[in-house]
């Protein structure tokens, strides 16, 4: 169950659907530069409900095929510019979805079931250019009632960060439930810590309710500060400055690359 | 108490207004003016007396409700438990169509934005949406979006119970008639004037001859929003929050 970050990033495999989650639920960042060093590519990313700097670091480094996402940037510090450029060319396939419709998918996939009927959507253009997505009237309504379905989304694996886990592969989440939801939803789950504990998390109530159980998570590695640049929930902020730094680095392919390579050797 | 108003506090004013009698209002991340006009609208409520309007601001951990992960947000939605959100648009046209997208085909979009997030599902569920977008120009105010992130008007068939009520920019306030369809333009900032926004607005708006101007803040609310609404801000927005600071002191208003 304890791994480390080399050992886990070999676990994903080429072709291989991968869920990531939103910037401010817990970036597992120190899993980036593994992940592009293992050279694992044609990803699909998932992201929950959208993406940010791990994203663009991972189409950069040309992993990724496509991508399904409600949006990607990097917040404060604009636009995600390696997902753009990508746009641009057209050299990933993209699957732009609304954040609520990713979440069904991944309550479909943690029910066992084929689908998650959702609300809105109807005349939109992000409908229109899913094929995948479905449109029935309502079974249960007298006449009409149109109603968007959204198929169950199965990642092969989610990788995301954390503030704790013990020695027996519980991982504490406190109340970011999306997290648990991506685990849920996924074939493997991968997670990073800030720390490893030697007590059991669930023998206390207090912290057992925030727990997603050791049955969902395939492997641990300890990354303290590993969500940095971004921040965690309760332990530190992000470090905008250092997005913002990336953000100008990354407009052009030589100047992500250069960023890539001297991030390498910066630690937080 | 100087009577002078800022740009940015006539908008959180504006806000605060359009927000009367809202039970749960929903601000998204990176929307300092909303927040805002959120918070002075809890003020104000508590000042009057009146149950105060209930606020989940993303990104704030103090002014926030929500433990069930960024699914509850749309969860609380779907039940009519939102009454009020905010919407943006890098393009938004006369039908409240709103592009959070791109420009040029999709998908392949010669500029790409981030993407649509929620707006495909909250423009639908939530009864008073606010399109809030402070540049006023012709690239902004189309006659047609690029990409429908959302579309502002449903068929009768489809499940609507929300959508847009209100148009503010940095120019005016429009309001918006789900019937016709179309915005009319209500009042006008100060300094600003019809024949502006026309030029700068590529979709034809009803209005009246004389359109009026933006309501200002009365001193009691306009101190509100410079002690109590700037220091909950801070917790959110430190730089926004920081820059008003700067602009106030201008003012001569320093606290």
Not at chain 1, 148 to 154: E, Q
Not at chain 2, 159 to 173: D, M, S
Request: aromatic content about 8%.
């Amino acid at each position: 169950m304890l791994s480390n970050l080399d050992e886990m990033a070999a676990r994903i495999g080429p072709r291989m659907h991968v869920a990531l989650p939103v910037d401010y639920a817990g970036v597992a960042m120190a899993m980036t530069r593994p992940i592009i060093a293992h050279g694992a590519g044609e990803l699909h990313l998932v992201c929950v409900p959208t993406g940010g700097l791990q994203v663009d670091q991972l189409i950069g480094a040309g992993l990724v095929h496509s991508i399904e996402t409600s949006a990607v940037s990097l917040g404060e510090a604009g636009g995600a510019p390696r997902f753009n450029q990508a746009v641009k060319d057209g050299a990933i396939h993209l699957s732009d979805a609304t954040c609520p419709a990713i979440h069904a998918g991944l309550m479909a996939a943690q029910k066992g079931i084929p689908f998650m009927p959702m609300r809105g959507l109807i005349g939109s253009d992000v409908l229109r250019n899913r094929d995948d997505w479905r449109v029935m009237d309502n079974p249960f309504a007298a006449a009409g009632d149109p109603i968007v379905l959204i198929p169950a989304i199965r990642p092969d694996v989610a990788v995301f960060h954390a503030p704790m886990a013990d020695r027996f592969g519980n991982v504490w989440i406190g109340r970011r439930r999306e997290l648990a939801a991506m685990a849920y939803a996924s074939g493997e789950t991968l997670v990073t810590v800030e720390r490893v504990v030697d007590g059991s998390l669930v023998d206390d109530e207090m912290t057992a309710a925030g727990v997603l159980p050791a049955l969902y998570v395939t492997a641990i590695a300890e990354a303290p500060r590993g969500a940095w640049p971004y921040g965690l929930w309760g332990e530190y902020a992000t470090d905008v400055d250092e997005l913002k730094r990336y953000a100008v680095a990354a407009r052009s392919a030589q100047g992500f690359a250069d960023y890539m390579s001297e991030a390498l050797r910066v630690h937080p | 108490m100087s009577a002078e108003t800022l740009p940015r506090e006539l908008l959180i004013g504006t806000i605060a207004r359009l927000l009367e009698g809202v039970r749960h209002v929903a601000v998204g991340a990176t929307s300092p003016i909303p927040a805002a006009g959120a918070m002075l609208r809890r003020a104000l409520d508590e000042r009057n007396g009146v149950p105060a309007a209930r606020l989940s601001i993303l990104g704030s951990v103090r002014h926030n409700f929500f433990t069930n992960g960024s699914a509850e947000l749309f969860d609380a939605a779907g039940q009519g438990r939102i009454d009020a959100f905010f919407l943006s648009g890098g393009q938004i046209d006369g039908q409240a169509n709103v592009n959070l997208v791109g420009l040029g085909d999709y998908p392949r979009s010669e500029v790409r934005w981030p993407g649509s997030f929620g707006s495909a599902y909250l423009y639908f569920v939530v009864p008073r949406v606010i399109l809030f977008r402070e540049e006023h120009t012709p690239r902004v105010f189309v006659k047609n979006v690029d990409f429908i992130s959302a579309p502002g008007v449903s068929s009768p068939e489809v499940y609507r119970p929300g959508g847009p009520v209100a148009l503010l920019t940095g120019k005016g306030l429009f309001s918006f008639d789900r019937q016709r369809p179309g915005f009319t333009l209500d009042s006008l900032h100060p300094g600003h004037d019809l024949m502006e926004v026309q030029e700068a607005t590529g979709f034809d708006f009803a209005h009246p001859a004389n359109p009026p101007v933006t309501p200002a803040l009365d001193a009691s609310t306009l101190g509100l929003l410079r002690r109590q609404v700037l220091n909950e801000l801070e917790e959110t927005y430190p730089a926004y929050v920081a820059d008003w600071r700067r602009d106030l002191a201008g003012l001569g208003e320093a606290h």
